[in-house]
């Protein structure tokens, strides 16, 4: 009896372990994940998720002997390798998490999940290279590898090319191969040609939200990156125009600031937004969408300032705010990145893969242009 309910008792710490984990409480799920390996220290699952709480909470000496301790219990278990290897790319040990996945991929148990980090691990362990073999690899599984995988190799991607997407990468030159790129390069003409019309006819502001359609589509070549600019250029000029007869319109004032950011002009945006607050406040304290778009888009002045620890503030509002939004997320991220908080901005890059897979694509086809 005093077996089965401490089978009953370990199961359910590794459960709370794992709910810890998810929310980024590693110390929570080391005491949980301590408990279940004591009511039972043979149990694999117990010592691997015990490993995997110390190595999320830093302890990098402990996590590596219960991984051990995780091989003795099953050698050659691939999802020990799987889980060890995904903590050794964390730690920016490539060479070693390679080495470890490998020897895990012989373990005659099928993880489809254990080629995409060991293409990933291989990828990160050869800076002086290209990687186009290991990241055709990754393109190909990592939709089997989830959310984890894509949040990681977004991580990579921003370290390497910070800035977001669109705004470090020429045009990609290369030939649409498939029926579907050529029907997405047809779109994106017929969206461009159409804001170039609306520019030229003095409504600037359209021409720039049809721009923003176009590149959510493809990232756009130089001649539509151009047009964008000079749109969203007049448009600022016109809605600040507007805000000064009316100063108290919100949505006027957000989009001005939006418009500033977009063209490189985060000072000017910080002058259109700092009344926003108090208008909000006057005008609708309750209106979230207002409270949150406001808060992401101070957290992107603060970034484009170099300021990533003061964007966090902001940041972590927008997405209290707006949790299911990508944008607080992907650019809490870019913060914690740029304040060299690599295991936090991991955590906010899996979340804003989880929520939209297709801004790693346009990722992935921007590095691929660049190289």
């Known amino acids: 009896m005093a077996s089965w309910l401490d089978g009953v008792r370990a199961a359910g710490a590794v459960r709370r372990a794992q709910r810890a984990l998810a929310y980024g409480e590693a110390a929570a799920a080391v005491e949980e994940t301590t408990r279940a ?113 894509a949040g990681r190799f977004l991580l990579e991607i921003e370290a390497r090319f910070p800035g977001g997407p669109g705004t470090d990468f020429p045009a990609s030159p290369e030939p649409p191969r498939t029926l579907v790129e050529r029907i997405e390069r047809w779109r994106v003409r017929r969206l461009v040609g159409r804001a170039r019309k609306l520019h030229a006819t003095g409504k600037p502001e359209r021409a720039a939200d049809m721009l923003e359609r176009a590149a959510m589509i493809r990232p756009p070549d130089d001649e539509a990156a151009e047009l964008a600019v000079l749109a969203r250029r007049d448009a600022a000029t016109r809605r600040r125009e507007r805000l000064e007869a009316d100063p108290h319109d919100v949505d006027l004032r957000l989009d001005a600031a939006e418009d500033l950011l977009e063209i490189g002009l985060p000072r000017e945006a910080l002058e259109v937004l700092e009344p926003t607050a108090e208008a909000i406040e006057k005008l609708d304290p309750h209106r979230l969408t207002w409270r949150a778009v406001h808060a992401v888009l101070l957290g992107r002045v603060l970034l484009d300032r170099d300021a990533p620890d003061e964007a966090v503030g902001p940041l972590e509002r927008a997405r209290e705010l707006w949790p299911l939004e990508v944008e607080p997320a992907y650019y809490l991220g870019v913060a914690h990145l740029r304040a060299g908080r690599r295991t936090a901005a991991r955590r906010c890059f899996i979340a804003t893969c989880a929520m939209d897979h297709s801004l790693l694509d346009v990722r992935v086809h921007e590095y691929r242009a660049a190289g």
Do not use: K, M
Not at 116 to 128: K, V
């Open 37 to 149: 390996r004591d009511l039972r220290p043979r149990w694999l699952e117990a010592v691997l998720w015990h490993a995997v709480a110390l190595g999320e909470a830093g302890r990098v000496e402990e996590a590596a002997s219960a991984f051990e301790q995780a091989r003795g219990l099953r050698p050659g278990s691939p999802v020990v390798a799987l889980w060890h290897g995904r903590l050794l790319i964390d730690q920016e040990r490539f060479d070693d998490a390679r080495a470890v996945l490998e020897a895990g991929s012989g373990g005659g148990t099928a993880n489809l999940h254990l080629p995409c980090y060991l293409a990933l691990a291989t990828w990160l362990s050869d800076p002086t290279g290209d990687g186009a073999d290991a990241l055709d690899e990754l393109e190909r599984l990592w939709p089997q590898g989830g959310d984890g995988l």
